[in-house]
């Protein structure tokens, strides 16, 4: 609600209290055109204070209530009731005006904004567009270019800039609700004409077509399929080339096409979807409510290749002390030499401090024998990284925690190699580490609460998002990945090219397709793990080539790999690059003769693939493999597996995410596509939809949110 109050005598003093962020939901919405109908009418009052509770003026309109029938006085006409006031009215922003809240700004009169605050109209992110004139007003106040770069990519100002731009009056680094006080005081008597913002002339660039034709090449370059940055071109060229009135209309308009599509609900969920992983919980019960982080101080990186010095930047960067290990001498100084750059980049583009003097190098593991918790980044080798751990267990100081950075591998065989295996959790990073923002902290059935706790803040203050996982091959991320690669490799058995996979992926909105992101990280990989795991048979022809475990397997990768192509890195992987390390991917005619002989070897007839099948062989595999991973409790939830393939896997955030998607496909539809290319090719795994999935599905298709109470029935009655 808003709550009225009289300050100083004269004035007015609106107080928006919603927490936690002000939201104008609809009792806020009716408190505020309540008081400013109170403060309009009493004589004593010359001028009017906006402001809200506990330092935050609004996060913009009630992202909660989006979903429900809408109550209350709708925004439009508050932002005009504001702006129409016979009495100056001040905005005294503290903490953030988003949003909605950046809209009910503009309409006041004038805006004094504390030097903390942060402003902006992340409304795109939501799939949506400013539609409480935001895109009418702030065109007309700080002109076309910086009003397109605000609104369409959802950027948030600095007090500071939003004064250079023209958004505030004043910045104040001494209470902004005492300095609107004052100035809506002096204020009291002065002409309101010149302070309406809907009544100025949008300022009309001569490049103007050139201007939007940029924007919306731009935003059609990064959206990736999202609709919502180009809705927000249109509404902003509306605001130059309509009057105000009709301009507004435009906005509703495009508002309302933005709010009742898809890509909207899924963005919302997805911002919901994003907090709820902070409140994890683990198979045997522990909770983020219920289990204290231990305090660290000082943290170690064991492994100073490219996993481990992105670590050990995002360490050093969010303030702890770093012991980098690196044992070969001469890999450490190139570890050192590449830090220090990324250091400097950092602060250079990003602003973060210079954190050199926080890093320690060192050749000797007996360096972590004094750190809070210690994180191993080396190869991905089970017998290295056991005798890694063996050794921390007997260096490090009692109670310290100890990490691994694997990908993929048994954290419990790793812990039973520790005098305390409780301390033992995986912080599982994506490359690169200091720039992607998704963790997975992996708990074994040892860890203790507290030390998934410990790694759940840890990776909150290095700026990531942590989602807590159980233990299994590949966790969750790269557990549903492997389904994924071996879908799109039977795909080119059975006909398909990597050019033509890679564009339906693309054009759903992945920014790389899957042979184009094995290119890049590197072929090899896989084949060490593959090769590790048993699966790379030396060449021999006939069926069994193509059979592992019973199953179809694909040995294309394993095979272009022998043949030295390892992608980028070596100029040739499934495409041709111009040289080694060369990131412009060209289809490869080669390529094309290597899958004919391939088939022929193997009696495989290639047919056509339509752009529907490529779709639904990759993604449904991986959908079912995310249910499977929700029904044997490795992730708690729909949202963990979501945020975890946003955030790490390129999964188009307007989609939601591999799950969210499936609720919008209808799980059903899935179960029936999973079943119809399960009898075409039965020898093909993971066609076979789950437990889980049927379950769901048979129970009509019930919301996500609803999931989780099927999921938590114990596992028999699944
Ligand atoms: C809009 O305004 C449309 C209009 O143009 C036109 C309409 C006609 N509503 O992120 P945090 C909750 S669209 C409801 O963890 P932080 C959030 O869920 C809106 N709830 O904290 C969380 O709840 P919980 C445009 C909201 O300090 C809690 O607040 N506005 C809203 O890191 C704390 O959030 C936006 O898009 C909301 N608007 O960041 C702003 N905002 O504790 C979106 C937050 O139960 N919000 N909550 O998990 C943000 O960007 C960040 O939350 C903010 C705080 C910067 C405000």
Request: hydrophobic share 40%; net charge positive; with cysteine.
């Amino acid at each position: 609600m808003a709550f009225y109050s009289r300050v100083s005598g004269s004035v007015g003093m609106i107080t928006l209290q919603n927490p936690p962020v002000n939201a104008l939901s609809a009792a806020v919405r009716q408190g505020i055109v309540d008081t400013m109908h109170r403060a309009l009418s009493e004589p004593e009052v010359k001028s009017v204070v906006i402001c809200g509770q506990n330092g935050k003026f609004c996060g913009g309109a009630d992202i909660r209530e989006f979903g429900a029938k809408m109550t209350g006085p709708p925004l439009v006409p508050m932002v005009h009731l504001i702006e129409a006031a016979s009495k100056p009215v001040v905005a005294a922003i503290e903490g953030i005006a988003l949003g909605g809240g950046l809209e009910l700004a503009l309409s006041c009169h004038y805006r004094i904004a504390h030097s903390k605050a942060r402003l902006g109209f992340p409304e795109v992110a939501l799939g949506l567009l400013p539609g409480a004139g935001g895109t009418q007003r702030l065109p007309r106040l700080i002109g076309v270019p910086a009003s397109l770069d605000l609104i369409t990519t959802g950027r948030q100002v600095t007090a500071a800039e939003a004064r250079q731009l023209g958004i505030v009056d004043e910045v104040t680094d001494l209470n902004a609700v005492d300095a609107a006080v004052k100035f809506a005081q002096s204020v009291a008597d002065k002409s309101l004409d010149a302070r309406r913002i809907s009544t100025y002339p949008c300022p009309r660039p001569p490049d103007l077509d050139t201007i939007f034709e940029r924007a919306m090449q731009q935003v059609r370059r990064s959206a990736r399929g999202a609709i919502a940055p180009g809705t927000c071109v249109q509404a902003v060229h509306a605001a130059v080339t309509l009057p105000y009135a009709k301009g507004m209309e435009r906005e509703r308009e495009l508002f309302s096409v933005l709010f009742n599509s898809g890509q909207a609900r899924a963005l919302q969920y997805y911002f919901f979807a994003q907090r709820a992983v902070s409140r994890w919980s683990t198979a045997s019960g522990a909770r983020w409510d219920t289990s204290k982080p231990r305090p660290v101080h000082k943290a170690a990186v064991i492994g100073l290749g490219t996993m481990g010095r992105g670590i050990t930047v995002s360490l050093a960067q969010a303030g702890f002390s770093v012991v980098a290990v690196e044992t070969q001498e001469k890999q450490l100084l190139e570890a050192k030499q590449a830090v220090s750059g990324m250091l400097e980049r950092g602060a250079k583009r990003r602003g973060v401090p210079l954190a050199h003097d926080k890093i320690k190098y060192s050749c000797s593991v007996q360096a972590v024998a004094d750190v809070d918790l210690v994180i191993e980044a080396v190869f991905e080798d089970m017998a290295l990284k056991k005798t890694i751990f063996q050794q921390l267990s007997a260096i490090c100081k009692p109670g310290a925690l100890l990490c691994t950075n694997t990908s993929g591998l048994d954290i419990d065989e790793l812990a039973s190699q520790t005098q305390s295996p409780e301390l033992v959790v995986g912080m599982h990073f994506f490359a690169p580490a200091h720039v992607m923002q998704l963790l997975e902290v992996v708990y074994g059935p040892r860890s203790c609460p507290e030390a998934v706790a410990t790694a759940m803040q840890m990776g909150k203050k290095m700026g990531k998002v942590s989602v807590a996982v159980g233990n299994c091959r590949g966790f969750v991320g790269n557990r549903m990945l492997k389904l994924y690669l071996e879908q799109a490799f039977f795909l080119l058995e059975e006909g398909a090219t990597p050019e033509q996979v890679d564009q339906v992926l693309e054009e759903f909105g992945f920014p790389m397709g899957v042979f184009k992101v094995s290119d890049l990280s590197g072929l090899d990989i896989g084949w060490k793990v593959r090769k590790a795991d048993g699966l790379v048979l030396p060449a021999f022809t006939g069926t069994s080539a193509r059979i592992r475990g019973g199953s179809r397997y694909s040995p294309l990768g394993d095979l272009l790999c022998e043949q030295g192509r390892f992608g980028q890195k070596t100029g040739k992987g499934w495409y041709q690059y111009d040289k080694p390390g060369g990131r412009v991917a060209k289809p490869d005619p080669w390529l094309f003769g290597f899958l004919e002989d391939y088939r022929a070897q193997h009696g495989l007839v290639a047919r056509r693939i339509d752009h529907q099948e490529v779709l639904e062989r990759c993604l449904y595999p991986l959908i079912n493999e995310g249910f499977q991973i929700l029904q044997d409790g490795i992730a708690a939830g729909p949202e963990d597996i979501d945020v975890i393939y946003v955030l790490g896997y390129g999964w188009p955030r307007h989609r939601g995410g591999p799950m969210f998607y499936a609720s919008q496909v209808g799980l059903d539809k899935v179960v029936e596509r999973l079943e119809h290319y399960q009898q075409i090719h039965p020898d093909v795994p993971g066609l076979q939809p789950c437990r889980l999935l049927r379950k769901l599905a048979a129970i009509s298709n019930p919301a996500i949110h609803k999931w989780r109470e099927v999921i938590q029935k114990p596992r028999s009655q699944l």
